[in-house]
């Protein structure tokens, strides 16, 4: 790591009052802490982190514990924590000793700064990005790695490529992630001077993609993740467009023994006004060579946003950014070609840029009534813009040319997290205009206060370097637009930028809203960032590594909020526990039924938010936001190629800058097909329904071996001799206790007589497929890498063998041909045909668990590493 260092020693110094501490009072001190022992293991039983005897505040739950002490502890033998008092202590001190040795407070104010932050962390009311914890207070000051976003440049050189590939191994390294614009780099249809053809952008992506799988970000956490960008009129843009499906492809085909290229990287298309243009109008975009002179590619521009949408549904890459869009709205003029994202896409800016993120627990600033508090917001704002500010000059970065563009923006990254549960327990629909608005609410006061706090920086520390006073005011018209003009915030608003005009702003961009994977369990969030809901059921850690299913918390407010009876919640807590669901409970009002819609449907055929829903919340907060938002619009398994494409338009003109998306299922590792010849003949009909039909005393079974999460067991069925169909099973489990034993004894029992009276053993597999229960986990199954209990495993061997691939997910995919179409509705929108399923990400890497989407980043619920940079 490069030590940077740059003192400041400023004449004077800032205002700070306390607003949430007491002189003489440590608020590391005011909360009850418990020893807890924090054991986590992965699928295969094994334990993967031990701490005995860790020290944590009272009220945060286990899973907070738990991320906390395995992410965030450090585990260098010389400064072993144990502790969050040592946590926290480590990060606050530093910051303290930074504001006043710069001369940014006094020693009266440097104490009540570190006071206030303390309260701030400890308490779970705001958290900063991930590369804080790794590094702060831990080495040298002035070579800890604190931002978790950095974007890099790439030219057409040997030099650059190298350079780059070793940049962004450096900041892997420290806990971070980084972005690329490949646009610059000649395409493989390109001729080289020597008479060659070049390799093309995509060669160097897999060289690069080849070091991300190999380093660990923050040296034993997480792969890193990265960005690639390419824009639209880039004569490789076809093949980068379809790239990551056709691995995707491999895997599915090849099994489970092929690791496919391009895991570690977000890709995404930059398109620009001029794509929308030739798309409406269904023209022609020419793609030149590198001097321009020569066309090299052409495509018709519906053609290329149709190859996005089908590789958006086979895999959920690539995403699209907009160009003019980002340009209109940064801060700062230049090149809007060079504007990079980070990998999550909430960081927009040029290269050579890093910035450090933090995140606020919107819950906290809330009231029973849904009313913000403003008083405890501004001075949380305040307290995290000072801290981040003082990051920026007094972190370490991987080069020079990172550090003095990074100093001379000043690029802060404020956002907050857990909207939808905050929506749900207000009693509020996610996909409704009073939940747009209260975000609207929300996310404005951020900006405002943070633009407030980067003013009185700038008054007594000076702008920054970078900034851009045309431009910034250019913004700030812009974001007044969007406000109500009968507004108290709209007057305010106006009289900042006359204030601005005279002073600058010390930070070229102050907010983002990033997926907060990690930081948000730290906070006891139950949902990410800006995303609504996933489900009405979570899973819960308890002892031994074993996990319970229970009601997400919110649904209880929600309904409390709603006026239910006691009595009547419980009942309805009750049917969401067995169902995943509050649709179908006759104690729930049919218009109160849209608060509890959740991104994912827990049933095929039920209820689930629209994807335009996302969409329209990020419009709502946009203007309000200086860099980006990371946001997975999330997609049902039955939309069509179409709709998605649609939805990229509706994208664009709605305003947003970046957007992506995901299928549900279309990550999910697939099974090998069998060919034609080896799948069974057409099944004779079964016996009609009432009619018993037994087996006869001697028939032909098969017997199979199992082992899920570590425990095996024999699977017995028999056949008809007449027709094949299976009409008995029988279930053992290999050295456990009697009760489990027993019943999956009677289980195989019911189903065999449910068999024998006719029932479709097609129903049985749609029905207790995805049946999640302990044991879980890897599989010694190479068809059936992991299941989420014996159940479901069961059903999925005995669906591969009657060559029912398609009831497991294995669906040939012919785009959007084969697709069944979603009709168009409210809120409401209900998809599929009524089969049960599950969210499946693809397996964490460190402990095998499911993840699920946040943001562009899978998060994994058991261990909290994320795939993200922050």
């Not at 060669?203 to 690639?228: H, P, Q, T, Y």
């Not at 895999?315 to 980002?326: A, F, S, V």
């Not at 801060?331 to 809007?336: A, F, S």
């Not at 497929?769 to 159940?791: C, H, L, M, Q």
């Amino acid at each position: 790591m490069l030590i940077l260092r740059r003192a400041y020693m400023l004449q004077k110094s800032l205002t700070i009052y306390r607003h949430f501490t007491t002189a003489g009072k440590d608020p590391l001190d005011e909360v009850k802490y418990v020893y807890r022992d924090i054991i986590i293991k992965d699928q295969k039983g094994h334990e993967i982190y031990r701490l005995e005897q860790g020290e944590f505040p009272e009220f945060w739950s286990d899973n907070a514990c738990r991320i906390v002490a395995s992410k965030y502890f450090s585990r260098n033998p010389k400064n072993r924590e144990t502790s969050v008092r040592q946590l926290i202590g480590r990060v606050v001190e530093r910051l303290r000793e930074f504001a006043l040795r710069d001369g940014y407070l006094d020693e009266e104010g440097a104490q009540i700064f570190r006071d206030e932050l303390a309260f701030l962390l400890v308490n779970q009311w705001g958290c900063f990005n991930s590369p804080v914890w790794f590094n702060l207070g831990l080495y040298e000051p002035g070579t800890e790695q604190t931002s978790a976003c950095f974007v890099l440049p790439l030219e057409d050189t040997m030099e650059s490529l190298l350079k780059c590939q070793r940049d962004e191994v450096m900041i892997a390294k420290n806990g971070s992630g980084s972005g690329v614009v490949n646009s610059k780099v000649r395409s493989s249809k390109d001729i080289m001077s020597r008479g060659g053809r070049p390799s093309g952008p995509l060669s160097f992506m897999k060289a690069r993609d080849a070091w991300a799988n190999i380093i660990l970000s923050g040296g034993v956490l997480r792969r890193f993740a990265k960005m690639e960008i390419l824009h639209y009129w880039h004569p490789d843009i076809e093949d980068f467009v379809s790239v990551k499906a056709v691995e995707e492809e491999k895997a599915r085909r090849l099994g489970p023994d092929y690791h496919p290229w391009f895991q570690n990287s977000n890709f995404s298309v930059r398109v620009d006004d001029v794509f929308w243009e030739k798309y409406k109008n269904d023209e022609e975009i020419l793609c030149y060579d590198r001097y321009g002179k020569k066309v090299l590619h052409r495509y018709r521009a519906r053609d290329l946003l149709r190859k996005i949408a089908e590789g958006t549904y086979n895999c959920g890459d690539p995403g699209l950014q907009y160009e003019d869009t980002m340009y209109k709205w940064i801060t700062v003029k230049g090149d809007p070609t060079d504007i990079i994202t980070n990998p999550c896409s909430e960081y927009i800016w040029y290269p050579n840029t890093s910035c450090n993120l933090a995140s606020l627990n919107l819950m906290k600033f809330v009231d029973s009534e849904g009313k913000i508090n403003h008083a405890d917001l501004q001075q949380a704002v305040n307290i995290f813009i000072l801290g981040q500010d003082l990051l920026v000059h007094t972190s370490g970065y991987p080069t020079k040319e990172i550090y003095d563009n990074t100093v001379k923006y000043r690029n802060l990254g404020l956002g907050f997290s857990n909207l939808g549960a905050t929506l749900m327990r207000q009693g509020l629909p996610y996909d409704s205009d009073e939940a747009r608005q209260f975000a609207k609410e929300f996310m404005s006061h951020i900006q405002y206060y943070a633009l407030k706090q980067s003013l009185q920086l700038a008054r007594e520390l000076g702008p920054a370097e970078g900034y851009d006073p045309e431009k910034y005011e250019e913004y700030l018209h812009l974001a007044a637009e969007h406000l109500d003009p009968e507004s108290h915030l709209y007057e305010q608003w106006m009289a900042l930028i006359e204030e601005v005009k005279t002073t600058g702003l010390r930070n070229c961009q102050l907010t983002v809203l990033a997926p907060t994977g990690t930081i948000s369990f730290m906070m006891d969030c139950e949902t990410t960032g800006i995303e609504p809901v996933l489900f009405l059921k979570q899973v819960k850690n308890v002892v031994d590594g074993y996990r319970m299913e229970i009601t997400t918390p919110s649904v209880e407010f929600g309904l409390r909020k709603l006026g239910y009876p006691e009595k009547d919640i419980q009942e309805i807590m009750q049917y969401v526990l067995e169902k995943g669901t509050i649709e179908g409970c006759d104690l729930v009002k049919e218009k109160d039924i849209p608060v509890f819609d959740t991104s994912f449907s827990a049933t095929r055929g039920g209820r689930c938010h629209r994807p335009e829903a996302h969409i329209d919340m990020c419009a709502a907060v946009q203007p309000f936001v200086s860099g980006g938002i990371s946001k997975t619009v999330n997609l049902p398994n039955e939309i069509t190629v179409e709709e998605i494409e649609k939805l990229y338009l509706r994208a664009y003109e709605k305003g947003l800058k970046c957007v992506a998306m995901y299928r549900d299922g279309s990550k999910v590792r697939q099974v090998l097909e069998k060919p034609d010849e080896q799948k069974k003949e057409k099944k004779k009909p079964a016996p009609r329904f009432g009619e018993r039909k037994k087996l006869p005393d001697t028939c032909d079974a098969k017997r199979h071996k199992f082992v899920v999460g570590g425990h095996s067991g024999f699977l017995h069925y028999s056949t008809y001799p007449d027709t094949q169909q299976i009409g008995e099973i029988f279930l053992t489990m290999s050295r456990e206790g009697s009760t489990l034993g027993g019943l999956l004894d009677c289980f195989a029992a019911s189903i065999s007589i449910g068999l024998q009276y006719g029932v479709p053993i097609e129903e049985y597999i749609r029905k207790f497929i995805n049946t999640r229960f302990v044991p879980s986990g890897y599989t010694d199954n190479k068809e059936i890498p992991r299941a989420s209990s014996i159940v479901d495993y069961v059903f999925r061997y005995l669906a591969l063998q009657l060559g029912h691939q398609d009831l497991v997910g294995v669906v040939e995919q012919t785009h959007s041909g084969g697709n069944k179409p979603v009709e168009k509705s409210s809120s409401s929108q209900s998809f599929g045909n009524g089969d049960e399923k599950v969210l499946d990400g693809p397996p964490c890497d460190v402990c095998g668990s499911m993840t699920y989407v946040s943001g562009r980043c899978y998060v994994c619920s058991n261990c909290g590493t994320t795939t993200g940079c922050g």
